[in-house]
């Protein structure tokens, strides 16, 4: 059985705990969790325990990220660390580039070369703010040919919500395994150790990288207890673990830099743990949409899945925001999004189909940035269709897309300002647009 087969069986095979922000508990082997205690004398069957934070020890409850992990070496027990090359990722402060306040669109990444690994393949796009302040985001993205073989990988600097676009992967955690197919979210947290495997023969999508505080569930306010992303379709993963000597390379991102040290053994090792410090999946078109049933189209925060909280209430470090399979029924309204001027900054890729507001140019794996305060809406082919189109209920199916959207202007990088992909003339979709005003 090839090793696409046998992830491809693995992923079947998967069950889950439900439920975000929950304290779960799970143990691959009987007996293994122990009960009225995180840290007994001897903890059972010969394990070691290990707390592993993702928050400071007295930050608020509400708040307070942590899972007590049973495994069967401690994370301690490893050799030094050495500097490795960054290859195409890159961390913020981002200083290779100013700011532009240009509207910017990019064709999905040209294809990876033989041999290249989820890690390997990560590209940057661009981001904001300082990862070793925790504060800000990056905008990654991926694209493979190759599983991670005997290689391991952990985020120091943030956690990591990957978004694919094209072929599932296999997402091997210190916690247990989580399959994500295009179509889902996977959320790594802080400091988790993870292997990726593909499930098909090669791999594409998106990463948000967020250095500050970890994705929440937005408040609903008026909207009541319900609707939106539902706690209970978040999935996490059950205790599974590996059992293994010979050499592992883990590579730990640390404030910007790739480090590796070669362990002896798997640091996938965790037998049962416990806790809320845990990787999730979530299918997005689980998303209980909300919209306007009257008139008028909704601003897009409607559409937010997760958050990430600043210091002022309502202005998110970075939301995650899809714009899932919907109705649109307002009457005497322009449906597609209206033309607009943000102090947020967008970045927007499509997963499949097409986006309701851009009528070409727009594929699946490419993305584009729209920074604070440059013009953005409808390109000119979508406002002529919707301006005259017949407002009969309906049903947007046919595509799906998300945003990034961030209190901060997001930089470029230097290679994705010069890229190959990089669509010279993306402001060309606003020309023609012309003047209607009869007084």
Same mark, same amino acid.
């Given at each position: ?61 509400a708040r307070n990220r942590r899972s007590w ?112 197919e295009p179509g889902h979210v996977a959320l ?19 990463? #948000? ?45 640390? #404030? ?126 979508t406002f002529d269709r919707a301006s005259a ?51």
């Amino acid at each position: 059985m090839s090793g696409i087969e046998q992830a491809r069986k693995t992923a079947e095979e998967l069950t889950y705990g439900a439920g975000f922000g929950n304290e779960h508990s799970s143990e691959a082997v009987r007996g293994a969790l122990p009960h009225g205690r995180n840290s007994p004398q001897r903890a059972p069957l010969g394990l070691y325990a290990e707390q592993l934070s993702g928050s400071a020890f007295t930050e608020p409850r509400a708040r307070n990220r942590r899972s007590w992990l049973y495994r069967i070496r401690p994370s301690a027990a490893h050799p030094a660390f050495v500097r490795i090359d960054n290859g195409t990722l890159r961390t913020a402060p981002f200083t290779e580039a100013v700011p532009d306040p240009n509207r910017l669109r990019w064709d999905p990444l040209p294809d990876a070369a033989p041999g290249t690994d989820f890690l390997t393949g990560l590209w940057t796009l661009g981001g904001n703010g300082d990862a070793a302040q925790r504060s800000g985001m990056a905008v990654h993205l991926y694209s493979a040919n190759s599983s991670m073989t005997d290689r391991v990988f952990s985020d120091s600097d943030g956690e990591l919500l990957i978004v694919p676009e094209h072929g599932g992967l296999l997402l091997r955690t210190e916690l247990g395994l989580l399959r994500a197919e295009p179509g889902h979210v996977a959320l790594i947290p802080r400091g988790v150790r993870f292997r990726v495997e593909l499930l098909g023969t090669t791999a594409r999508g998106y990463v #948000c990288e967020n250095y500050g505080q970890p994705f929440v569930l937005p408040d609903l306010g008026p909207i009541g207890a319900n609707g939106l992303a539902n706690a209970r379709d978040f999935l996490a993963p059950v205790a599974a673990f590996e059992d293994r000597v010979g050499p592992v390379e883990v590579v730990n991102k640390f #404030c910007g830099n790739l480090w590796s040290a070669t362990y002896g053994h798997s640091p996938l090792d965790v037998v049962a743990w416990h806790g809320n410090h845990t990787p999730y999946v979530y299918d997005l078109r689980r998303f209980n949409v909300l919209g306007s049933i009257s008139y008028d189209h909704p601003d897009p925060s409607i559409f937010t899945v997760l958050t990430s909280p600043s210091d002022t209430p309502g202005l998110a470090g970075v939301d995650f925001v899809v714009f899932a399979p919907r109705w649109l029924v307002g009457e005497d309204t322009f449906r597609p999004p209206y033309f607009h001027r943000n102090v947020m900054s967008e970045y927007m890729g499509l997963i499949e189909g097409a986006y309701d507001a851009k009528a070409g140019g727009f594929v699946p794996g490419g993305g584009s940035l729209h920074n604070m305060m440059s013009a953005h809406g409808p390109d000119r082919a979508t406002f002529d269709r919707a301006s005259a189109a017949e407002l009969k209920p309906q049903k947007i199916d046919d595509g799906l897309a998300f945003m990034f959207e961030t209190r901060w202007p997001v930089t470029a990088t230097a290679q994705a300002a010069g890229a190959v992909h990089l669509q010279r003339g993306y402001d060309d979709v606003w020309q023609g647009l012309s003047r209607n005003f009869r007084p």
